[in-house]
T-cell receptor
Framework: NAGVTQTPKFQVLKTGQSMTLQCAQD?????MYWYRQDPGMGLRLIYY???????DKGEVPNGYNVSRLNKREFSLRLESAAPSQTSVYFC???????????????FGEGSWLTVV | AQSVSQHNHHVILSEAASLELGCNYS??????LFWYVQYPGQHLQLLLK????DPLVKGIKGFEAEFIKSKFSFNLRKPSVQWSDTAEYFC???????????WGAGTKLIIKP
């Protein structure tokens, strides 16, 4: 079972470059998330999509945009990368879209992004 | 604002030692609580969760956690750790909107063989 798949796994960008992180889930989940993970800070929510056709800002949305392309796919775009965006990015999904009770969040394997 | 505190950022134990990782949260309403684990080089996996009922929750790999409402705590325990338990452990609680989780900063656990 593939679960949540995200690409690329590793990427090095120069400051100012743009890139898109792709995420797809095959569990027929309604809700999808993008998090970033930084040492000593746990996971911070960038954007989420409670259901197809909706997106909402999370805790740290600045510098990012998202697209919920369809029910399966949720992409994260960095328009002009900055060194502060060096991080590990995780895509996640859950059944949703109802409130969290009873839903487990499933994570992808992470994307390591370095901005130089 | 809601928050989750994991008091120990790094814990080093020997094999067969007992483990308790602390997790405290600030939220006055009904809570759903989670522990996730991230093994080196891998993605986060659910270890256990509490929604309601018995406050002592048993998870995978011999882990358990106890929800103590009066202390706003959800500590993770394991009676005898193994080298393979080396990982980072994250506590999380549902947020106001109930669509998101609020995460602790994580505890890196190193088990010495």
């Amino acid at each position: 079972n593939a679960g949540v798949t995200q690409t690329p796994k590793f990427q090095v960008l120069k400051t100012g470059q743009s890139m898109t992180l792709q995420c797809a889930q095959d569990m027929n989940h309604n809700s999808m998330y993008w998090y970033r993970q930084d040492p000593g800070m746990g996971l911070r929510l960038i954007y989420y999509s409670a259901s197809e056709g909706t997106t909402d800002k999370g805790e740290v949305p600045n510098g990012y945009n998202v697209s919920r392309l369809n029910k399966r796919e949720f992409s994260l775009r960095l328009e002009s990368a900055a060194p502060s965006q060096t991080s590990v990015y995780f895509c996640a999904s859950r059944r949703g879209p109802e409130p969290l009770s009873g839903n487990t969040i499933y994570f992808g394997e992470g994307s390591w992004l370095t901005v130089v | 604002a809601q928050s989750v505190s994991q008091h120990n950022h790094h814990v080093i134990l020997s094999e067969a030692a007992s483990l308790e990782l602390g997790c405290n949260y600030s939220y006055g309403g009904t809570v759903n609580l989670f522990w996730y684990v991230q093994y080196p080089g891998q993605h986060l996996q659910l270890l256990l969760k509490y929604f309601s009922g018995d406050p002592l929750v048993k998870g995978i790999k011999g882990f358990e956690a106890e929800f103590i409402k009066s202390k706003f705590s959800f500590n993770l325990r394991k009676p005898s750790v193994q080298w393979s338990d080396t990982a980072e452990y994250f506590c999380a609680v549902n947020g106001d909107s109930n669509y998101q989780l609020i995460w602790g900063a994580g505890t890196k656990l190193i088990i010495k063989p």
